[in-house]
């Protein structure tokens, strides 16, 4: 049998290479993680190994990083997809309807990946600039090879966006719910500890119940109209417009910054790299 053949890391001049790194990726990862934890599995393996509710901050910094190597990391990606896929071995059990899940079952798996796409395109009509349909579609192609990278078997992801809204629609349709998991993501009463450091604690009290409505009004206005009413998720013309003024003041206040204040860490690493081996090969 003929070695599989390691996929290419994602360069420059990709899709995600310009978006996966921007700091506007901060408020649209939490529809992603609500959108994933509505799967019976996936909920039920979050809630039953993740330490989300004991150490919210460190686990979502440790899983930005992670995210951050995919795009960004070169031939680190690779060892990062696999590691994740050794991390995620044992993550078994039985969710609330009873039903055996398995982290590594390629359908769950595959679903954790496969909503990177609705949330990247809701959120680019919001705090960006929407998608053309051409930059739709790679956009589809690059996550279908960062899969790859992950691990994700082709077979496994819908091969076109066409294909990719039916299985969607059905999944959403059949098989999403408000798992307990969701549910608290979705809270913007829920607990949560303080963020590192004595300034923040020290404010915590007056600052969390802001910090929370914020993120869940974000995480709620990010997400599909379908998967909020399957979610039984309130959004109203009145939360809509709000969006939209937000939006408005974040496509204006963050293009202009400079790419130490624009892009998180890896991806500004992984950026100024590649221009100073752009600019070697060209002298």
Do not use: K, N
């Not at 053949?5 to 978006?19: F, N, Q």
């Not at 915590?204 to 709620?220: S, Y």
């Not at 939209?244 to 003041?249: I, P």
């Amino acid at each position: 049998m003929t070695p599989r053949t390691a996929p290419e890391p994602l360069a420059p001049g990709t899709v995600l290479w310009d978006v996966a790194g921007d700091v506007r990726l901060l408020l649209s990862l939490p529809a992603a993680t609500v959108l994933q934890v509505a799967h019976p599995a996936v909920g039920a393996g979050v809630d039953d190994h993740s330490v989300f509710r004991t150490d919210p901050w460190g686990r979502a910094a440790r899983s930005l990083e992670s995210l951050q190597l995919w795009v960004y990391g070169g031939d680190r990606a690779i060892e990062e997809g696999r590691r994740l896929r050794t991390l995620h071995r044992h993550i078994s059990g039985t969710d609330r309807h009873g039903r055996p899940y398995s982290a590594l079952t390629p359908a769950h798996y595959a679903w954790v990946h496969a909503t990177a796409y609705p949330v990247f395109l809701r959120a680019a009509r919001y705090l960006d600039r929407p998608f053309t349909p051409e930059d739709e579609r790679r956009l589809y192609g690059e996550l279908l090879h960062l899969g790859r990278i992950l691990g994700i078997e082709d077979r496994d992801m819908p091969p076109t966006p066409e294909a990719y809204w039916r299985y969607f629609d059905t999944t959403v349709a059949q098989e999403l719910e408000r798992t307990v998991v969701a549910g608290e993501l979705l809270d913007p009463h829920r607990p949560l500890p303080p963020p590192p450091g004595p300034l923040p604690r020290r404010l915590w009290p007056l600052l969390c119940p802001l910090f929370t409505r914020l993120q869940v009004f974000l995480t709620a206005g990010l997400l599909p109209p379908a998967v909020r009413d399957r979610l039984g998720v309130t959004w109203t013309p009145r939360q809509e417009r709000r969006l939209r003024r937000l939006g408005a003041v974040v496509r204006t206040v963050v293009p202009p910054l400079p790419e130490r204040l624009r892009y998180l860490p890896v991806a500004r690493a992984a950026r100024a790299a590649a221009r100073r081996a752009d600019s070697g090969t060209r002298r």
